[in-house]
């Protein structure tokens, strides 16, 4: 039997490989090969197999945890690192995990919003946090601190929301701004809790008694105004809050919040957001720029202004997103969420498309009716992506190479090229090729078989 470190203590069925040795080396140790999972009874596993040939050193023994070995496991990518058969939401959620009986071993209640390349765990302390610093094969024992947490989600409120921030540990000083700005180790020094009582997103961080800083943390707070306090919809009601700066040609700093249908199949904007994130916010369009209702591009941002994918209203997660308002040009405001939903339906990749109504504020003062800006449809950004336009990417033809690949090309205002958007010369040749065999094959005697241009 085997005794396997760190393994925590509970009923069998943790799924660990056996080790089996398989071969005669006698000048080095005997060569290895991962066997059946047996069953675990607390600390101890049974691992069998015969050993044909000692060799002169004692083997190496990797034990791999999980469902199937890790010598045959599919999950293991083309480095040799083993990954898990599911995703967890960036945006936080619970997660446990579990015997082979069902029985909770450890548990994870809603974790945190997560940033890439920042892991999350647990460190030396048992304390739960994010590490900065990778330290794979030790223990997750670094010296940087843990972000502030937030007593109070992001939220409207009427009134005024008291706010408490807490660090990972006493000797910890939070600094805190609320202006939107990054925080540093000379913002404000947090002594107690936050009365908010106007529209404010509350950014902090964490100094450690050793000068380090943490990841940055931040939450939302939204004023409603009497006109809108109660206000409801039997659609998904979206809050875009800028904090006083205008929305131009050019990316902006917003803060996006999602309110959906509650038991009673109603939105109230009183009520809690399924989705909020930090996010930056442009018009889009040309003509369409100069309509009383713009249109909209969005990038859903985290702390440090990276992309930030997030699954909306059903949608599969993604940073980028376009907020369709159809008004003139669209008198029945559905013709292009109609389609793209009559091609999904036929098996056709079209952007996906969910309806919703939108208010935008943008004075800085508390959300009214008069930041009611209608019907919207959140849409997809065509892009590729295996939940998108699904085309593998582009190879860059780099040192004479053969260009493999797909993309995508648009004809319309600005540069053709959408992905890759900054092509190199060998990439231009291979896609400008491509568009014009198709324009010969179109202009060609067959044009009306399919097969003379795909």
Same mark, same amino acid.
């Given at each position: 039997s085997i005794n396997p470190s760190g393994v925590a203590n509970g009923p069998k069925g943790y799924g660990i490989s056996g080790i089996r040795l398989i071969e005669n080396v006698p000048s080095g140790p005997p060569a290895v090969e991962n066997s059946a999972a047996t069953d675990i009874l607390a600390f101890e596993a049974e691992v069998s197999g015969e050993i044909t040939g000692t060799g002169g050193e004692v083997p190496n023994v990797t034990l791999y945890y999980g469902s199937s070995d890790g010598g045959t496991n599919p999950a293991l990518d083309e480095n040799g690192y083993l990954h898990t058969s599911f995703r967890l939401s960036d945006s936080g959620e619970d997660l446990a995990l579990t015997d082979a009986d069902g029985v909770i071993v450890f548990a994870y209640d809603d974790f945190p919003v997560q940033s890439e390349d920042i892991s999350y765990g647990i460190d030396a302390a048992s304390v739960e946090r994010t590490f900065a610093v990778p330290t794979p094969g030790f223990d997750n024992a670094n010296d940087t601190p843990r972000e502030p947490l937030f007593s109070v989600d992001s939220s409207t409120f009427t009134g005024s929301v008291v706010v408490e921030l807490t660090s990972g540990f006493v000797t910890d000083t939070i600094r805190y701004t609320l202006n939107e700005t990054v925080p540093t180790a000379n913002s404000p020094v947090y002594t107690g809790p936050l009365t908010i009582s106007n529209t404010t997103m509350v950014r902090a961080i964490s100094v450690g008694a050793n000068g380090k800083l943490s990841t940055i $943390?931040? /939450?939302?707070? %939204? /004023?409603?105004?009497? %006109?809108?306090a109660n206000q409801t919809s039997d659609l998904p009601i979206v809050v875009v809050e800028t904090f006083g700066d205008g929305i131009g040609s050019g990316f902006g700093d917003t803060f996006i919040g999602i309110i959906e249908p509650g038991a009673d199949n109603r939105s109230h904007l009183d009520s809690a957001y399924s989705l909020?994130? *930090?996010? &930056? @916010?442009?018009?889009r369009g040309s003509s369409s720029s100069g309509f009383a209702k713009k249109q909209y591009r969005v990038e859903f941002r985290d702390e440090n202004d990276e992309d930030r994918k997030l699954a909306t209203l059903g949608m599969p997660a993604e940073a980028d997103w376009i907020f369709y308002g159809p008004s003139q040009f669209d008198r029945v405001l559905i013709s292009n969420p109609l @389609?793209?939903?009559l091609s999904n339906q036929i098996g056709r990749y079209a952007v996906r498309t969910r309806w919703v109504e939108m208010y935008l504020n943008s004075n800085g003062g508390e959300l009214n009716q $008069? +930041?009611?800006? !209608?019907?919207? &449809?959140? @849409? #997809?950004?065509? #892009? *590729?992506?295996?939940? *998108?336009? +699904?085309? /593998?990417?582009l190879? %860059?033809? &780099?040192? !004479?190479q053969p260009v493999e690949g797909g993309f995508i090309w648009k004809n319309d205002r600005g540069s053709p090229?959408? +992905?890759p958007e900054n092509v190199? &010369?060998?990439q231009r040749a291979f896609i400008d090729g491509a568009i014009e065999d198709l324009e010969d094959a179109a202009a060609g005697p067959n044009f009306t +078989?399919? *097969?003379?241009w795909l």
């Open positions: $943390s931040s /939450e939302s707070y %939204t /004023e409603l105004g009497a %006109t809108v909020q994130t *930090r996010a &930056a @916010m442009r018009i @389609m793209y939903d $008069s +930041d009611y800006v !209608g019907v919207y &449809a959140i @849409m #997809e950004v065509i #892009e *590729r992506g295996e939940d *998108r336009v +699904d085309v /593998e990417e190879s %860059t033809g &780099a040192g !004479g090229y959408v +992905d190199t &010369a060998a +078989d399919p *097969r003379a």
